[in-house]
Nanobody, 120 residues
Framework: VQLQACGGGFVQAGGSLKLSCAAS?????????MRWYRQAPGKQRESVAT???????NYADSVKGRFTISRDNTNNTMSLQMNSLEVEVTAVYYC??????????????WGRGTQVTVSS
């Protein structure tokens, strides 16, 4: 099982970016809760947004109203639309998911990060 995140980049303050994350693997049976985390330089990794398998969402207070998390259960993908970006959101963004594989219990997986840089 692999999680692959993409969509990061360099954008000016006030701009938008959309991150995507895809879960892949021949043994995937169920993709449960999916999450976005971020880690800024010198700071701890923090939760940004969460979406359950049924679509229930939760956001960090700092991104409410500006970020939107979504998922496509058919393709085992997740997105994070980020609008009105501020310099403070500059960080490496990671996707995370609870995934069950055929014949195995649910395990938690991390993808490699994708860098988001917002300039003033």
């Amino acid at each position: 099982v692999q999680l692959q995140a993409c969509g990061g980049g360099f954008v000016q303050a006030g701009g938008s970016l959309k991150l995507s994350c895809a879960a892949s693997g021949t043994m995937i049976s169920i993709v449960g809760t999916m999450r976005w985390y971020r880690q800024a330089p010198g700071k701890q990794r923090e939760s940004v947004a969460t979406i359950s398998a049924s679509g229930a969402t939760n956001y960090a207070d700092s991104v409410k109203g500006r970020f939107t998390i979504s998922r496509d259960n058919t393709n085992n993908t997740m997105s994070l639309q980020m609008n009105s970006l501020e310099v403070e959101v500059t960080a490496v963004y990671y996707c995370n998911a609870d995934i069950a594989t055929s014949g195995s219990r649910v395990s938690n997986y991390w993808g490699r990060g994708t860098q988001v840089t917002v300039s003033s």
